[in-house]
């Protein structure tokens, strides 16, 4: 019997999947009850009260090592399964906590019934309701908490959820208040907090129920809301080994800062977002910004990408059919569409917008654009959508605010937009066309070339732009700013025939 239990001590649970493992202590197990109660010649079975007084003694104990035995096995079989558990290695096959998880609670009122008031109840209901149409992630209710939990009470809630994310909401002392934070189950800190008026607010600032906690979900959950902001943050110092879907998602979705180099910046994306997709085919959201990538690889004329608009088409419709109810998969068929020129069905798709997720900052932020940037101009419609976008999104990307400078280009208000397109740190090639168009000739080129500087692949672009660029989804819809735009650069490339000199 030694024998045989010591073959099961040296399986390993690292080597094996857990099926293979409890089909090989079970074999184990047969073999140690046949070699203990199966004489090499047995005729027949004998009752333990027929035997002898000496083999009744030797029968018994040997009834009570195998009991022994066999609870020895059985924690045995726990403690290798907790160790299959914990296998060191990729955390994207197998992680402890799930990145897409996030628990929400609220608190109690009294500490000795921990009954949860109506108010509590129902901000909590709503702002779960509102994040359910978030669909990259799982919403868990978690069980009320005191007022004055502390955060390992935050951290013990996440390991039995196995969740990186908790989100507390509640009233103030005075309703007057609501009051949101998040917790992180990695450092074990609150890394997000939002207090908003509430209905009960006597000011003229009060919000009602349901714009809070649309605010909330937003914030929180939205495309590019806190939660992409941490997990970006974590991918940047946690080895790529380690990464989940959401850290390659995160990654990839930075392109829309348009910081460094469009071709550069494509490239990497893209890799991003193919991991993605490799590690989980049926990621819609994946799927969904490979074709955004695409897209703009197209309507910026990015050489190395030659059927790009074929690809990003078929990327959405592959996104759709993964998630029909998905935003961001609805809003990458917006996209093509744009892309593609055909606004009818643009006009339809933001029709339907609202049915699948009318507060992802995203989603608003791309119907800005269209009503901005389509045939069927409506700048108060564009304004509206851009503008409760950036209020739904602590750090709304850099791109939303596109739609804002050309809503003011369009009004003739050019002061107004240089301010906007001056938001990125590096500029953008509008800063010199704001600035030509003011008067600012020596400036306008200055900042060109400083602009294009960083960027080789649109400094080779140059020669391709003219004036009948129709097919630039970014092209402002203002005659005059064309005008300007193409006098700037005839005077641009002039200026480098003559050896870069004014």
């Known amino acids: 019997m030694k024998y045989q239990l010591a073959g099961i001590q040296h399986l390993d649970a690292s080597q094996d999947s857990v099926d293979e493992l409890a089909s090989r202590i079970v074999q184990s197990l047969t073999n140690l009850q046949v070699g203990r109660h199966e004489p090499a010649s047995a005729p027949e079975a004998h009752s333990s009260r027929h035997l002898p007084k000496e083999e009744k003694v030797e029968h018994n104990r040997s009834k009570i090592l195998s009991l022994l035995a066999g609870l020895a096995l059985v924690g045995m079989i726990w403690w290798m399964m907790g160790r299959s558990a914990h296998v060191p290695g990729n955390a994207s096959s197998s992680p402890e906590v799930a990145l897409n998880k996030v628990v929400v609670v609220t608190q109690y009122e009294d500490e000795e019934r921990r009954a949860v008031s109506d108010q509590n109840r129902e901000l909590r209901e709503s702002v779960m309701s509102k994040l ?45 208040k609501i009051r949101a934070k998040a917790f992180e189950s990695k450092q074990k800190t609150f890394f997000w907090s939002l207090e908003l008026p509430s209905e009960d607010q006597p000011d003229t600032e009060k919000l009602s129920l349901e714009e809070c906690t649309s605010i909330i979900s937003a914030n929180l959950a939205g495309y590019d809301g806190v939660i992409h902001q941490w997990t970006y943050r974590d991918a940047e110092v946690l080895p790529v080994k380690h990464w989940q879907v959401e850290h390659f998602v995160a990654m990839a979705k930075q392109i829309w800062e348009f ?17 993605a997709i490799e590690l989980q085919p049926g990621h819609s959201t994946a799927h969904a910004i490979k074709s955004q990538i695409y897209g703009n690889a197209h309507t910026v004329k990015l050489a190395t990408y030659t059927n790009a608009l074929e690809v990003a088409k078929a990327a959405s419709i592959k996104a759709v059919e993964l998630d029909d109810r998905n935003g961001i998969a609805h809003l990458a068929r917006l996209w093509v569409s744009m892309h ?103 400036l306008a080129l200055k900042k060109l070339k400083e602009y294009l500087s960083t960027r080789p692949t649109e400094a080779n672009m140059l020669e391709t732009i003219t004036a009948q660029d129709e097919d630039n989804l970014y092209l402002s819809k203002n005659p005059l700013l064309i005008e300007a735009r193409q006098a700037l650069l005839s005077a641009y490339q002039a200026q480098e025939k003559d050896g870069g000199q004014p």
């Open 132 to 176: 359910g149409k978030f669909r990259d992630i799982s919403v868990i209710l978690g069980d009320a908490l005191s007022p004055d939990a502390s955060t390992d009470s935050f951290a013990a809630l996440t390991k039995e959820k196995q969740a990186a994310f908790v989100l507390h909401v509640s009233h103030g002392s005075a309703s007057e």
């Open 259 to 275: 910081k460094g180099d469009m071709a550069t910046a494509t490239e990497t994306a893209l890799s991003h977002i193919q991991k």
């Open 340 to 442: 593609e020129r055909d606004f009818f069905l643009s006009e339809q798709l933001v029709n339907r917008a609202d049915d699948i997720n009318a507060n992802e900052p995203f989603l608003l932020a791309t119907i800005g654009f269209y009503h901005v940037f389509s045939d069927n101009v409506d700048l108060e419609a564009g304004r509206t959508a851009v503008e409760k976008a950036i209020r739904y999104n602590k750090h709304p990307q850099n791109w939303y605010f596109k739609v804002l400078e050309e809503y003011h280009a369009q009004k003739k208000e050019y002061k107004k937009a240089l301010e906007l397109a001056m938001r990125k740190p590096e500029g953008s090639f509008m800063v010199s066309v704001y600035y030509w168009i003011l008067d600012e000739k020596a």
